[in-house]
């Protein structure tokens, strides 16, 4: 069975600061996948990335990052130079390629920005 | 935005009423998840459409029912309310065959208030 843990709930920052979003998954599946989606105020789930388990190169998207680590079973999330405009709820989420392909996630993380 | 639509925005039913829920795809897309997501909670799978049929489910009693129709849009039923029914209900929608796992994009949800 899958299961993704977001240990830390709510995280509050000043705004320019840098900031890391944890991610730890389990599965018993040698190929699979991980997501992270944003839920701003508004509710909408926004997707923000994908990665398949034989990747674990680190990506960068401008002020966003994400470290992959295997070893550690781990997808870790970080914003550099925060915006208020970051601040939401963020979830991380893992899903297999079989049947239905139903993304399981983790409780999330709400981040506030404060100016 | 990611032209997944849910209507209506906001419900509020009594217990022991039906339900229905309504979700356009985003164009070009013939797969339709349905999630329900409890204040404070991560979003969980409730089933899945696939061309028309079901193509899996998560924990959820039978009184939760689903539909997708040839035009790939999805309705979601739930019958017999309860109190713990309460939550926004998340609507994604993907491209099977894209890949060895689609990207799910969701909708803005429906806030249902079961008193």
């Known amino acids: 069975a899958q299961k993704v843990t977001q240990a830390q709930t709510e995280i509050s920052v000043v705004e320019k600061e840098d900031v890391t979003l944890d991610c730890v998954y389990e599965?018993?599946?040698?190929?699979?996948?991980l997501f992270w989606y944003k839920q701003p105020p508004s509710g909408e789930l926004v997707f923000l990335i994908r990665r398949n388990s034989f990747d674990e190169q680190n990506e960068i998207s401008g002020r966003y990052s994400w470290n992959f680590q295997k070893s550690t079973s781990s997808f870790n999330f970080t914003i550099t130079a925060s915006q208020v405009v970051d601040s939401a709820v963020y979830f991380c989420?893992?899903?297999?390629?079989?049947?239905?392909?139903?993304?399981?996630f983790g409780q999330g993380t709400r981040l506030t920005i404060n100016p | 935005e990611t032209g997944v639509t849910q209507s209506p925005t906001h419900l509020i039913k009594t217990r022991g009423q039906q339900v229905t829920l309504r979700c356009s795809s985003q164009s070009g897309h013939n797969t339709v998840s349905w999630y329900q997501q409890a204040l404070g909670q991560g979003p969980q799978f409730i089933f899945q459409y696939y061309r028309e049929e079901e193509n899996g489910r998560g924990n959820f009693p039978p009184r939760f029912s689903g539909l997708q129709f040839p035009n790939y849009s999805s309705e979601l039923n739930v019958n017999a309310l309860e109190l713990d029914d309460s939550a926004l209900y998340l609507c994604?929608?993907?491209?099977?065959?894209?890949?060895?796992?689609?990207?799910?994009?969701f909708g803005p949800g429906t806030r249902l208030t079961v008193l």
């Open positions: 989420a893992q899903t297999v390629p079989q049947g239905a392909q139903k993304l399981v």
């Open positions: 994604a929608s993907s491209l099977a065959g894209q890949g060895p796992t689609d990207t799910q994009y």
């Open positions: 599965t018993r599946d040698t190929t699979y996948y």
